[in-house]
């Protein structure tokens, strides 16, 4: 009975064991033609993502940002410049960026990204929210290797991965990237399901 028992937990904890959870992050636009790229593939693929994107841009491609929150995707502030965040210039970046986010959509996100991922001078969260960074990094604006981007996000497990939509190579790997996670079972959320928000207890995104 002993070993029928060992056996039916094993096969209860493998089936019971929770399917990895990832969040592609992408940083930097929207940019008017790879965004609207992503967004169409990301809706046929039935895929989640989360878009940190930079306020300037926000500002140019408003309808891009409704897309994006229409969609269902997260959105993410990325700074107003995307210059180093600190003490001095944190509020301006932030805060300027929300206003346009507010012009394009009527609400601001409940999540942050510091340029470069440093909030070296700046902390952890500003105002309620937090600035959240990731655990793969895939580098693709160094290589602009789709071959390579797929690799490192497919064979890198779980979690936050950080992509930039700007990138033509990058969002050529959205496909199978997609395809291979899908078939190691992984389920798709967003940056702030994986987070969660430690600065704060805000039920949604700010008005
Ligand atoms: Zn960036």
């Given at each position: 009975?002993?070993?029928?028992?060992?056996?039916?937990?094993?096969?209860?904890?493998?089936?019971?064991?929770?399917?990895?959870?990832?969040?592609?992050?992408?940083?930097?636009?929207?940019?008017?033609?790879?965004?609207?790229?992503?967004?169409?593939?990301?809706?046929?693929?039935?895929?989640?993502?989360?878009?940190?994107?930079?306020?300037?841009?926000?500002?140019?491609?408003?309808?891009?940002?409704?897309?994006?929150?229409?969609?269902?995707?997260?959105?993410?502030?990325?700074?107003?410049?995307?210059?180093?965040?600190?003490?001095?210039?944190?509020?301006?970046?932030?805060?300027?960026?929300?206003?346009?986010?507010?012009?394009?959509?009527?609400?601001?996100?409940?999540?942050?990204?510091?340029?470069?991922?440093?909030?070296?001078?700046?902390?952890?969260?500003?105002?309620?929210?937090?600035?959240?960074?990731?655990?793969?990094?895939?580098?693709?604006?160094?290589?602009?290797?789709?071959?390579?981007?797929?690799?490192?996000?497919?064979?890198?497990?779980?979690?936050?991965?950080?992509?930039?939509?700007?990138?033509?190579?990058?969002?050529?790997a959205f496909p199978a990237i997609?395809?291979?996670?899908?078939?190691?079972?992984?389920s798709f959320v967003t940056v702030s399901q994986i987070a969660?928000?430690?600065?704060?207890?805000?039920?949604?995104?700010?008005?």
């Amino acid at each position: 009975m002993r070993i029928y028992a060992i056996a039916l937990t094993a096969l209860f904890v493998s089936t019971a064991a929770p399917a990895q959870e990832v969040a592609l992050s992408f940083d930097d636009g929207p940019h008017p033609v790879y965004t609207r790229t992503l967004l169409t593939m990301a809706r046929v693929a039935g895929v989640k993502i989360t878009l940190c994107m930079v306020g300037q841009n926000v500002e140019k491609y408003p309808d891009i940002v409704r897309q994006a929150l229409a969609d269902g995707h997260e959105l993410c502030n990325h700074s107003w410049s995307h210059k180093k965040l600190r003490p001095a210039n944190v509020a301006w970046e932030i805060e300027k960026t929300d206003e346009a986010f507010r012009r394009a959509v009527g609400t601001v996100p409940g999540i942050l990204r510091a340029p470069g991922g440093n909030t070296h001078y700046v902390g952890k969260c500003y105002k309620g929210r937090p600035f959240i960074n990731w655990q793969v990094d895939t580098k693709d604006w160094l290589h602009r290797n789709t071959a390579r981007i797929v690799k490192i996000v497919t064979s890198n497990g779980a979690g936050i991965i950080l992509m930039h939509d700007i990138r033509l190579t990058t969002v050529m790997a959205f496909p199978a990237i997609v395809l291979a996670l899908k078939a190691q079972g992984v389920s798709f959320v967003t940056v702030s399901q994986i987070a969660g928000n430690s600065c704060g207890t805000l039920a949604q995104a700010p008005k």
